[in-house]
């Protein structure tokens, strides 16, 4: 592994744990502090996940391209700005550092390390949803780094903080961090059953994004 490449996989590693640590962190607070207002509760777990995508995708964006997200890779790896290799290298340090931010949110609030999620999110209407969350949040990512590539952090902390509240999933629109929170019994986990149909709608609804871009952007924006 090169030098460039072992900084840009050290950054998607890095990244990982904070923005995992932050979902799942902020939604134990959340709910500990809402006092069973499910409602409340999800508005600080939106809250805290928008803003450190916006300061994530800053700090890290210019090392990594700041994916922190198999599907990311996936249409980067097809459009031809990152290697197969780079790829994979991506997307093994993007699920071991969800994990890892996972267990650093149990450890900062004092609960099991290791956890398995009993939260049922089963059926089409999740499976949906999260292809439509990642179908978005790809297409901002798309669209909007061709007319204005400085606006993405915002649109993406928009998109996501939109999705918590339109989807019926609350856009979880990452694989990676789908796995991590699939260990973790709290109040941003899924049950492991329920991860592959969220894998595969959010790998759907990626490459939807990928096609809408291919055929609306025009030829000289596109790389």
């Given at each position: 592994m090169?030098t460039?490449l072992?900084?840009?996989?050290?950054?998607?590693?890095?990244?990982?744990?904070?923005?995992?640590?932050?979902?799942?962190?902020?939604?134990?607070?959340?709910?500990?502090?809402?006092?069973?207002?499910?409602?409340?509760?999800?508005?600080?777990?939106?809250?805290a996940?928008?803003?450190?995508?916006?300061?994530?995708?800053?700090?890290?964006?210019?090392?990594?391209?700041?994916?922190?997200?198999?599907?990311?890779t996936?249409?980067?790896?097809?459009?031809r700005?990152?290697?197969?290799?780079?790829?994979?290298?991506?997307?093994?340090?993007?699920?071991?550092?969800?994990?890892?931010?996972?267990?650093?949110?149990?450890?900062?609030?004092?609960?099991?390390?290791?956890?398995?999620?009993?939260?049922?999110?089963?059926?089409?209407?999740?499976?949906?949803?999260e292809?439509?969350?990642?179908?978005?949040?790809?297409?901002?990512i798309?669209?909007v780094s061709r007319?204005?590539?400085?606006?993405?952090?915002?649109?993406?902390?928009?998109?996501?903080?939109?999705?918590?509240?339109?989807?019926a999933?609350?856009?979880?629109?990452?694989?990676?961090?789908?796995?991590?929170?699939?260990?973790?019994?709290?109040?941003?986990?899924?049950?492991?059953?329920?991860?592959?149909?969220?894998?595969?709608?959010?790998?759907?609804?990626?490459?939807?994004?990928?096609?809408?871009?291919?055929?609306?952007?025009?030829?000289?924006?596109?790389?």
């Amino acid at each position: 592994m090169t030098t460039a490449l072992s900084r840009q996989v050290a950054a998607e590693l890095l990244g990982s744990i904070l923005l995992t640590g932050t979902v799942i962190g902020s939604g134990i607070l959340a709910s500990r502090l809402a006092g069973g207002n499910d409602a409340v509760a999800l508005l600080g777990n939106t809250l805290a996940t928008a803003a450190i995508l916006y300061v994530l995708i800053h700090a890290l964006g210019p090392i990594s391209g700041a994916h922190f997200n198999p599907a990311v890779t996936l249409i980067m790896t097809l459009r031809r700005q990152l290697t197969p290799t780079a790829a994979i290298a991506y997307v093994l340090a993007q699920v071991a550092g969800c994990i890892l931010g996972a267990w650093l949110a149990h450890a900062m609030f004092e609960l099991p390390i290791l956890q398995t999620s009993t939260l049922v999110r089963a059926g089409p209407a999740q499976m949906l949803s999260e292809g439509v969350a990642t179908f978005a949040l790809l297409f901002a990512i798309l669209f909007v780094s061709r007319w204005k590539a400085e606006a993405v952090p915002t649109a993406v902390a928009l998109v996501i903080t939109a999705g918590y509240w339109w989807t019926a999933s609350t856009s979880f629109a990452n694989p990676a961090i789908s796995i991590a929170r699939a260990m973790s019994d709290t109040f941003a986990g899924v049950r492991p059953a329920d991860v592959p149909g969220f894998i595969a709608g959010q790998i759907a609804g990626a490459l939807l994004a990928w096609a809408a871009s291919v055929a609306l952007l025009p030829k000289d924006r596109q790389t």
